[in-house]
Structures are given as C-alpha cells and as structure tokens.
C-alpha cells in the first residue's frame, strides 16, 4: 500500500511560480511511476507530468512542457512538481498519482485509470 500526501497549493498571479510536493510512503518498486495531474471544475482529469523509476525518465503534457518540471527525491520520498510561468487555465485540482509494476508506456499515457494510489489533491489557482 502506498499512501500520498500533496502540498504547496494556493493563488497566484499569472506569470507566478508555485511549487507543489507529494510525500510517498509504503513499499514501492523500481518500476514505479509517479504521476501530476488536475482536475478543472467542469472538466476531466487530465495528466500533467509523470517520473518513472526514480528519474530514469519523465514527460510532461503539451500543455505545461516547458513550464512545469517533475523531480523525485528518494532520500526524502518526494515527488515535487515546480510550476513556472502559470496561466489562468492552469486552475485546477492538482493530485499526485502513483502506480506501481508498470512499465515506461505506462507512465507516458498518463491515464488516470491505470493508477491505484491517489492523494486526496491539493488546489491551485491562477489569477489573471
């Protein structure tokens, strides 16, 4: 069992940066992927960025490549996503995500329901 706690939510203006941090604990595996993504009201879940295998490799959504970057950091069992140069349409429920055993195509899918550990999110809004 895994569990997940997000933090580092809250509002800033376009343009700001926000630093989000999912703490992980529980066994996993090096085939673990962990994985961002928001929740807009009135939308679906979409994935923003994923780590797999402790670094080996990462991806991110067209939407956020070049803005937000995904790191692990296994001495303190954190998942961090740094948001840059946020928007408006960056609003949204931001959940850490984890799935354990899969492979590298898993973790670049980023799809929601191939992932059984879930924090309860963390909130981020973007003001114009």
């Known amino acids: 069992q895994v569990q997940l706690v997000e933090s580092g939510g809250g509002s800033v203006q376009a343009g700001g940066s926000l630093r989000l941090s999912c703490a992980f604990s529980?066994?996993?595996?090096?085939?673990?992927?962990m994985s961002w993504f928001r929740q807009a009201p009135g939308k679906e879940r979409e994935g923003v960025a994923s780590?797999?295998?402790?670094?080996?490799?990462?991806y991110y959504a067209g939407s956020v490549k070049g803005r937000f970057t995904i790191s692990q950091d296994n001495a303190t069992n954190t998942v961090s996503l740094q948001m840059n140069t946020l928007k408006p349409e960056d609003t949204a429920m931001y959940y850490c995500?984890?799935?354990?055993?899969?492979?590298?195509?898993?973790?670049?899918?980023?799809?929601?329901?191939?992932?059984?550990?879930w924090g309860p999110g963390t909130q981020v809004t973007v003001s114009s």
């Open positions: 995500a984890a799935v354990d055993g899969g492979t590298l195509s898993t973790c670049t899918k980023l799809a929601s329901y191939e992932y059984s550990y």
């Open positions: 529980g066994y996993i595996s090096s085939r673990i992927c």
């Open positions: 780590i797999y295998s402790f670094g080996l490799s990462t």
